[in-house]
């Protein structure tokens, strides 16, 4: 008794029936029901007034009606297990509550009584039925509000708990239940780490969703089924900071990610606009270096000579060169660097200057220049580049032109007769053997007859599609330019540069674009 005592709910006195009905009454019973929120949610089975432990309305009506002597109360280790009536064992919370199963509103679980007095109501129907008699009314603040949300009186609170006790259909909320609620809440945030920060937030999302609804179906299939409640409320508000948190980690880390991004992408446009500029600064260097036609031969008119080079890139591996030996021969070149970019730009330039510096010399004949370029070339080319070329001597007094190709395209000649193809290579690229002989060809130009040198840029320049301009399309511009002896260096540079144009479009150039044309007068 003294356990039972300190677990139910105590009232310090209780507020009896008048003196003739106490007298005449089978049993005593308590009619309190503490609010939850002001909502009815538990009832209890027993509770103590003073020192004495007194059954609850509903259990004493069923002892009355059931003819049993007495309530039987259970104590476990944490309180109240059960209250018996008879055969009727009723589990409670360990404070002697139960939590009430209602039901939805039944307006036929209630007669009038002034109907049954006055004959209206056949008695027959409170036969074998346990009949609760209670003044209700809005006046008499008996009505509640359950956990079902329905204003009902306060007697229905007792009868529907009686229909529970027959129908089997109590609530229970185990000791047991707190460590299943543990346990999902654990096994949910440790599935919501490890699969949360490997997901976008777009997968992220659907997950937890899932999870919550996956708790609150467990939950609600537990009520359903067995009468169990399981508090589904606290796990996913308790989940719910979970996900906040990891929600927040992500969107923290996605700033930051964001933020390094930008710094990165601010990084490499700031690098990349140095090294445009640089690159910027070198092609006009690189192109600096290359002669001017209009201006390289001042009052000369026993030959005209034009020249084009345009990088593919930034800066290229073409070159091109010529200058006055002396008061009668001129000095041409044109040249295809190995390679692309940088490394090519580079070895251009020095090429070109070597070139430029043996010739200038004083070497007798265009052999020892090509072969002394070779040497000086194979010595300062750390990078094993090559470098094909054709360079030429022109006598502008008698027209004699002295040519030496190292492994590049053979030249045209251009005059009345068309466009005819010179002897090609007949020595390997520069760079490639240490001391070759480059031998020399040698032609006699007629009055108004042109050379045209070119690098492969011209012949595998491509179109969007992946045609080549070819060497044949090359011939027959030539040839239409030419007029007979009436062509002029620059209009066949021109031409050849505007039908290339022409063919590659909008296509990025596959190849550095490098033409020398050299007419002789007479």
């Known amino acids: 008794m003294n356990g039972a005592l300190k677990s139910v709910w105590r009232f310090p006195q209780a507020l009896a029936s008048l003196p003739l009905m106490q007298a005449a009454a089978s049993g005593q019973g308590l009619l309190s029901a503490e609010l939850e929120k002001g909502v009815v949610r538990r009832a209890p089975l027993v509770g103590a007034v003073g020192e004495a432990l007194l059954p609850s309305l509903s259990m004493e009506l069923l002892r009355v009606a059931t003819g049993a002597p007495a309530i039987e109360v259970t104590l476990d280790r944490r ?54 008699v209670a003044l209700t009314g ?33 609530l229970r909320r185990p000791a047991w239940i707190n460590g299943l609620e543990v346990a999902c809440f654990a096994i949910a945030s440790l599935l919501l780490v490890w699969l949360v920060p490997r997901l976008r937030l777009r997968a992220a999302a659907p997950l937890i969703g899932s999870l919550a609804l996956a708790v609150f179906g467990g939950g609600a299939l537990l009520y359903t089924r067995a009468g169990l409640l399981f508090d589904a409320g606290s796990v996913l508000c308790a989940l719910a900071m979970v996900s906040l948190s990891l929600l927040g980690s992500m969107l923290a880390a996605a700033v930051r990610d964001r933020k390094s991004s930008e710094l990165a992408l601010q990084l490499a446009r700031v690098a990349a606009a140095k090294t445009a500029g640089e690159l910027d600064a070198a092609r006009r ?120 190709n190292a492994g590049h395209d053979a030249p045209r000649r251009l005059g009345v007769d068309g466009v005819a193809r010179l002897q090609s290579a007949d020595g390997p690229p520069l760079c490639v053997m240490d001391d070759f002989d480059y031998p020399v060809q040698r032609y006699q130009l007629r009055r108004g007859e042109c050379l045209c040198l070119s690098t492969d840029g011209i012949g595998e320049a491509m179109d ?59």
């Not at 297990?81 to 036929?108: E, K, R, Y």
């Not at 809005?138 to 009868?159: C, E, I, S």
């Not at 260096?489 to 909008?506: C, I, L, T």
Request: net charge negative; aromatic share 6%.
């Open 79 to 132: 309180g109240v297990a059960t209250v018996s009536v008879g055969d009727l064992h009723v589990p409670t919370q360990p404070d002697g509550t139960v939590w009430v199963n209602f039901s939805a509103p039944a307006p036929d679980r209630y007669v009038s009584a002034l109907d049954l007095m006055r004959g209206r109501l056949d008695p027959a129907l409170l036969q074998n039925r346990i009949v609760i």
């Open 138 to 170: 809005l006046g008499l603040t008996d009505y509640k509000t359950n956990a079902r949300g329905d204003f009902l009186p306060g007697v229905d609170v007792h009868a529907q708990m009686i229909e529970s006790f027959f129908d089997g259909a109590m």
């Open 285 to 404: 260097i690189q192109m600096a270096t290359l002669p001017n036609a209009a201006t390289a031969f001042p009052g000369e008119t026993r030959f005209a000579l034009d020249a084009l080079l345009e990088p593919a890139r930034e800066v290229g591996g073409d070159l091109y060169d010529f200058f006055m030996l002396d008061a009668d021969r001129v000095f041409f070149l044109i040249g295809d660097v190995s390679g692309k970019c940088l490394p090519a730009s580079l070895f251009m330039v020095v090429a070109k200057a070597l070139a430029k510096s043996i010739a200038l010399r004083g070497e007798s004949d265009m052999a020892a220049i090509m072969n002394h370029a070779n040497r000086e070339l194979v010595r300062e080319n750390p990078e094993m580049l090559f470098v094909t070329g054709v360079a030429g001597i022109l006598d502008a007094a008698s027209g004699e032109v002295a040519l030496c």
């Open 464 to 522: 969007a599609a992946g045609n080549l301009y070819g060497n044949e399309r090359l011939d027959a511009l030539l040839a239409r330019a030419v007029h007979g002896d009436t062509a002029m260096p620059a209009d066949v540079v021109r031409a050849v540069r505007e039908d290339v144009r022409a063919h590659v479009g909008d296509a990025e150039p596959s190849d550095d674009l490098t033409l020398l044309v050299l007419r002789w007068n007479g």
